[in-house]
Each structure stands twice: as C-alpha cells, then as structure tokens.
C-alpha cells in the first residue's frame, strides 16, 4: 500500500482545502499524516528517522514548527506550573522545576544602632523575606560592623542566624576577628537553607565575644542582604 511515492489511504485529495481531507501516504519513502486539505507538513516521518510536526523537513529527531503562533509544545504531568522550565534528570527525563534566580536585594536604613553581646538582633531595614517557591535559597549577609567602645585590641566573634518563621534557627555561623575598640569588620556570609513556599526567612546577628558591636548611620547601607532562589 505504501511502497511507491504518492501512494496510500487517501480521502478528497487532491482537492486542496476540501472539508474533511484526510491522508496517509508516502512520498519519496517519507510517511505523512495530513488532514483537512493540507497535502503534507502536518506530521511526518521521514526515511531519516526525523519526525516533522508542521514541517515537512525536520532536522532533528523531533522539530516541532508553529509558525510565528506561541504555544508549540505542551507538556502537562502534574508538576507544570506558571514560571517553571523543563529540566533533564541524569537520565533525560524532564520535569517542570522554579529556574534559579535572584529574588531580593536589601539594605539596612540609615540608623544608630547598638548590637548588644549575646542578644540576637535584626538588621534595621532588612527586614523578613516571603519565600515563592519550596527549596533551597542562598542568603548572603553583608555587614559593616563597628567595635564599641576604646579597648585594646582582642578577639571578638558574633554570629549570624538565619531566622524561619519568627522562631526556628536554620543555621547559625560565628565569625571570630581581632580588632580594638573603635575599629571596623567587613565580613561576607552566604548561608543555605531549605525553606518551602511562604515561609519567612530573617537575619540577624548575635555579638558574642568581646562585647558590642555598632552599626552606624552613616555607613549602615553597606549592612546588605541577597537572597537567591537555588532551586528543588
């Protein structure tokens, strides 16, 4: 039935744009599948292997052509949703997963603030972070942190806490340096949590040892948060 060019199971043809046109037949040792008065490029399968959706001439294994009509491919297995992309596991199978992305950038307000030892405090003007997805977020911590006081110079630490909903402790790293009273640290801090969707996420910072520490007004902007979206 199909072994010569042109032949097949053919119905109106070839009366281009009749109702109900319907064909299967071959062309050159291509099969093609076309309906209602198109004579070739709804589907095909070519000698090569290629299969051509809208094209009569794919060049991959499976071209997909809609023209200049967004909306090509659908792909619906329950795990589809608004601003997700198509990712392969080891083995090729793809899965709608949130792309990694930088959600928020915030900085600290202008304000004197004193950060008194073994008490955990939020950074002025950084406030809490509202998840958008269920996964694993990179939160970067930047201070600017003055020593109180006119000490000689001595090890000082603090920490900083990663906050879930108002209460649980995420993560918690200290940073130790060595510094006089009066003087200054820059310290840059990335911590990864898991978190799901909705949850709130906090920083703060908890001096230790060695006593106070300052922010400053005139320096407060340089105390900053990145928050990053990883991913599932």
């Not at 093609?32 to 008065?37: A, P, R």
């Not at 009569?56 to 601003?83: Q, R, Y």
């Not at 978190?195 to 906090?202: P, Q």
Request: hydrophobic share 35%; net charge negative; proline share 3%.
């Amino acid at each position: 039935m199909f072994g010569n060019p042109g032949h097949g199971v053919k119905r109106g043809f070839p009366v281009t744009g009749a109702n109900n046109n319907v064909g299967l037949f071959t062309t050159g040792g291509d099969v093609h599948l076309s309906s209602n008065g198109a004579s070739t490029g709804q589907f095909v399968l070519k000698n090569s292997g290629n299969v051509g959706i809208g094209t009569a001439a794919p060049t991959a294994k499976l071209e997909v052509n809609n023209g200049t009509t967004a909306g090509a491919i659908k792909i619906v297995d329950g795990t589809e949703g608004a601003g997700k992309v198509l990712v392969s596991d080891a083995n090729g199978v793809g899965t709608w997963k949130h792309e990694a992305s930088l959600h928020q950038v915030q900085e600290a307000t202008s304000t004197d603030t004193t950060l008194n030892a073994n008490t955990a405090y939020s950074i002025p003007g950084i406030g809490t972070y509202t998840c958008q997805n269920t996964g694993k977020y990179e939160l970067i911590t930047h201070t600017f942190l003055k020593v109180d006081g006119s000490s000689s110079a001595d090890q000082r630490s603090f920490y900083v806490q990663v906050i879930k909903n108002g209460s649980t402790i995420l993560k918690e790293e200290e940073v130790y340096f060595y510094a006089a009273g009066g003087g200054w640290l820059t310290t840059h801090m990335p911590l990864v949590v898991s978190a799901n969707a909705t949850d709130t996420l906090e920083i703060k910072i908890k001096p230790s040892v060695g006593g106070n520490l300052l922010i400053e007004s005139g320096t407060a902007n340089r105390n900053k948060l990145d928050a990053f979206y990883l991913g599932e």
